[in-house]
């Protein structure tokens, strides 16, 4: 098989990050381009960096931006007359509607490693004591690794859910109460609260609820089993974000556990799911599930509500990813209706 032939424009941390998602055995790296002076006519990983005046000497397949500023790398190489179709980038933000995200992954398939699909993985069911042992042990830790810990990352997340959700025609009254299934820490709860409702938290970690009942005494904290949940309140919004339950291709188990919260939302109440994927369907070993459109279409019809729309609240707050990493957030948007 013949090797891509591609020049890489940067070579800083983007670089560093971008060599790890290639396969080496597929490309022929002929040369870094960097416009720093002080870089060029340099040695880089065996690997001569040159000025972008000296792109045109070489016999290329494409050009890979690794830098953030790619949109101004972009513009200055189509300036120099090289074809769009040869400019790719390996970061792009998520609203620029002029990145041609489809076929930038297109290219990138052919020289990167390849996802590992595990199988005999992709139906297996979080385990209620398990799962609580690995997030308690996560929560001694320094440093957090799994949960949001930004109280105004989460207020300004809350504040577009609650605008999107009065697009939709869901009007969440001040003293509404609110359940936040899953809820660590306590952060999103807190950002409900601020909002003017009366959140309550429930988590399998009491480590986490412990530390949510000393941050946050103005909301009400739990410790549950939340696949099983006991709940004597009725609630108007039901909030399952990043949800250990929900990271599983295993529908049957996810709508059986929803079903269950469902039974406690009030008539006109409203059930919001939220989950990251990049929508393949497929993962890569240790990289939590990625739900399909179709398998959320399929999971939407076995919950006894009504769906109204898969919104984006968070892709206003994320200024920049990687081609890799196009794994973002969304939240699937249900209402309880008389007939449900």
């Given at each position: ?313 968070e892709e206003k707050l994320v200024k920049l990813k990687t081609i890799n990493q196009d794994k973002k957030y969304f939240y699937l948007v249900y209402i309880k209706n008389i007939t449900d």
């Amino acid at each position: 098989m013949n090797k891509l032939k591609i020049i890489i424009f940067g070579v800083g941390s983007g670089y560093e990050r971008l060599k790890f998602d290639m396969n080496l055995d597929k490309v022929e790296m002929l040369a870094f381009v960097d416009n720093d002076i002080k870089k060029q006519r340099t040695i880089f990983n065996n690997i001569n960096i040159v000025s972008p005046k000296e792109i045109h000497k070489y016999s290329y397949d494409y050009i890979v931006i690794a830098n953030q500023y790619y949109l101004e790398i972009e513009k200055q190489l189509l300036d120099m007359g090289i074809e769009k179709k040869r400019i790719i980038s390996y970061y792009y933000k998520p609203n620029d509607i002029n990145y041609d995200i489809k076929y930038n992954k297109h290219i990138f398939k052919l020289f990167f490693k390849e996802d590992v699909e595990e199988k005999n993985k992709r139906q297996l069911l979080p385990i209620a004591e398990d799962v609580k042992k690995m997030y308690n042990k996560n929560y001694k830790e320094k440093e957090d690794k799994w949960s949001c810990t930004d109280l105004n990352y989460t207020k300004s997340i809350i504040q577009e859910l609650l605008k999107e959700m009065k697009r939709l025609g869901i009007q969440i009254e001040n003293c509404s109460n609110i359940l936040d299934v899953g809820c660590a820490k306590g952060y999103f709860t807190e950002a409900f609260r601020n909002f003017g409702l009366n959140s309550y938290g429930i988590d399998y970690s009491d480590i986490a609820v412990n530390m949510a009942k000393n941050s946050f005494p103005s909301c009400t904290f739990e410790v549950m089993d939340g696949f099983n949940p006991r709940l004597n309140e009725e609630f108007d919004l039901v909030f399952v974000r990043g949800f250990t339950g929900c990271n599983t291709h295993n529908l049957n188990f996810v709508s059986e556990f929803l079903n269950k919260y469902i039974e406690k939302i009030k008539i006109g109440g409203s059930l919001v799911v939220a989950f990251s994927s990049d929508f393949s369907g497929y993962e890569k070993s240790g990289e939590t599930v990625n739900w399909s459109f179709d398998e959320i279409n399929k999971l939407s019809n076995m919950l006894n509500l009504k769906f109204l729309d898969i919104i984006y609240p968070e892709e206003k707050l994320v200024k920049l990813k990687t081609i890799n990493q196009d794994k973002k957030y969304f939240y699937l948007v249900y209402i309880k209706n008389i007939t449900d």
